[in-house]
């Protein structure tokens, strides 16, 4: 299974942010899938995951701006982001949640950096 | 929420050298904890799932162990290949994902 973000490098503060996360060679369907951030020489935060089935959950600070949904016939899930700030500058990675009873992460993509600037 | 709080910051060792990284909840969070590994420019890659399996592909020189709030990575011998820096991510169900501040490995 290999997973690869796409999007914008370069979105404008206050528009919204979008996101998509392909997997190939495997299925989205009886996994969680999520999207974690990491802003330049900081540390991983976990920004939400989604269900195939489209149940989400979010991180409580960005639930207000944050919308994930999941596009099994494409074999994609996707990321928006409203009302950007430089404070969402970061690399986003998209990932696997294990099968293990647990939310750990097993297999991520390569990563996209985002940068919110005017 | 949840805090994860990772010591020490930083480590300076040699090859061959026994690392131990330590990762503290702030409230109980049973086994579900895991561990990963980055290097600059690079996803991390998991290592250690609940607390102490170690993941598919893993250098056996990995381990895990602790439950409720405490737990601990150990490098047993340390390899080149190993200077990175190190998450614990506590793996709870719910809220999940929230990750330790990181441990950079460094000689």
């Known amino acids: 299974v290999q997973l690869q973000e796409s999007g914008p490098g370069l979105v404008r503060p206050s528009e919204t942010l979008s996101l998509t996360c392909t997997v190939s060679?495997?299925?989205?369907?009886?996994?969680?899938w999520s999207w974690i951030r990491q802003p330049p020489g900081k540390g991983l935060e976990w920004v939400g995951y989604i269900y195939f089935t489209g149940n989400a959950n979010y991180n409580p600070s960005l639930k207000s701006r944050l919308t994930m949904s999941v596009d099994t016939s494409k074999n994609l899930f996707s990321l928006r982001l409203s009302s950007v700030t430089a404070a969402d500058t970061a690399v986003y990675y998209c990932?696997?949640?294990?099968?293990?009873?647990?939310?750990?992460?097993?297999?991520w993509g390569q990563g996209t950096m985002v940068t919110v600037s005017s | 929420d949840i805090e994860m709080t990772q010591s020490p910051s930083s480590v300076s060792a040699s090859v061959g050298d026994r690392v131990t990284i330590t990762c503290r909840a702030s409230?109980?969070?049973?086994?579900?904890l895991a561990w990963y590994q980055q290097k600059p420019g690079k996803a991390p890659k998991l290592l250690i799932y609940d607390a102490s399996r170690l993941h598919s592909g893993v250098p056996s020189r990995f381990s895990g162990s602790g439950s409720g709030t405490e737990f601990i990575l150990t490098i047993s011998s340390l390899q080149p290949d190993d200077f990175a820096t190190y998450y614990c991510q506590q793996a709870n169900s719910l809220p999940p994902g929230t990750f330790g501040g990181g441990t950079k490995v460094e000689i």
């Open positions: 409230y109980s969070i049973n086994r579900w």
């Open positions: 990932a696997r949640v294990l099968d293990s009873g647990g939310f750990a992460f097993d297999i």
């Open positions: 060679g495997g299925s989205l369907e009886t996994f969680y």
